[in-house]
DNA sequence: GTCTATAGTGCGATAGAC
DNA sequence: GTCTATCGCACTATAGAC
């Protein structure tokens, strides 16, 4: 495996990722991970806020990128539709390394505090859309729906994606899960 | 403030409720939550499986009332109205007490710890309500959308009963708050 | 970089209900 | 006698304080 990370914070990461998949979020301490990164449990601390955030660095690049998307949609653009512009994105964000997906994905579902991270980032990411969205005028309860719709889209097919074991297009099954949210919930 | 409850369970509850809303969820040891309860911590994790738990005892009260309204609308209706079904009994069950709705929330809120419980809840509800679907013989990925797109709806609402200071009619915010997801997602 | 509070667990003892 | 609820004690690891 490449190690393409040189800095502490990427050494944690790795480390982190192989010693959860190995034996387990809960089984793993932080003394462990430090000593197979080299450094110290002070460190770790310094770094990350918690021994769960080690999985969730990408998380504010996404979301940072998803409200860019919804700001440059244009003008006249739906609600809807400017939450499926930052859906592109979100698929190109995530889609990247299907590997690597898969594993951290087995990984957090292990374990329910693991999720429990991961489910608020995800709110995190909502409430930042609906923001986007109201910036562009759409009202309340419109823009918090349409933003946690979309939410509800990015996760269902990136589950399906991580879950198939060839990489499949996730940008076209966003596109898809969010054609089927819309006639499913249609009547 | 009526005392219904005499069992530990209760006791904890109530104890725990005041002292996070006195002086914060984590400046509130469950040494002392035991000793307000005048029961030790030790009971404590026999009740509870760790300081956060306590906070959501009914909450699979919820999830079964749901489950079953989904099971036992007619056959003939759709996915959405069946989960109409569930989202009427939901707001008959988080809609008895404003008051209380209103500090439990103030406290959740004021906690990122507390919202990640509060969020995976609803994460499990909305996979049981997903499975509940799929008995009907709704197909995946329908099934799963349809869930999560009410268990949005239930949340939008919720949120917006217990943010106003009257106690208004919960089941009616739900209603609207589905129907103008149909509209706000169609196009 | 060290020290400390406290969450949470394992095991065993006790006491009451039946 | 069994079953269940509680308590006591020792222990580890996280996370924050100093």
Redesign the interface.
């Known amino acids: 495996m490449a190690r393409w990370e040189a800095g502490a914070a990427g050494r944690f990461r790795e480390a982190a990722m192989e010693l959860y998949a190995e034996r387990g979020y809960e089984q793993t301490t932080v003394a462990e991970i430090a000593e197979k990164a080299g450094l110290t449990a002070r460190t770790f601390f310094r770094h990350f806020t918690d021994k769960r955030e080690v999985l969730f660095a990408g998380s504010s690049d996404l979301r940072d990128g998803m409200v860019t998307a919804v700001r440059q949609a244009p003008a006249s653009a739906?609600?809807?539709?400017a939450v499926g512009e930052a859906l592109d994105v979100a698929a190109k964000f995530l889609g990247r390394d299907h590997a690597m997906s898969r594993r951290r994905h087995a990984i957090i579902m292990a374990n329910?505090e693991l999720?429990?991270?991961e489910?608020?980032k995800m709110?995190t990411l909502a409430t930042a859309l609906a923001a986007a969205l109201g910036e562009r005028g759409v009202p309340e309860?419109?823009a918090?729906?349409?933003a946690?719709?979309g939410i509800?889209?990015l996760?269902?097919?990136f589950r399906?994606w991580v879950e198939s074991e060839a990489p499949a297009d996730l940008a076209a099954g966003m596109r898809d899960?969010l054609a089927?949210?819309?006639t499913?919930?249609?009547?």
Request: charged share 20%; net charge positive; aromatic share 0%.
């Open positions: 739906s609600p809807v539709s329910p999720l429990e991270r489910l608020i709110a309860p419109d918090g729906l349409a946690q719709a509800v889209v996760q269902v097919a399906r899960g089927r949210l819309q499913v919930i249609a009547r």
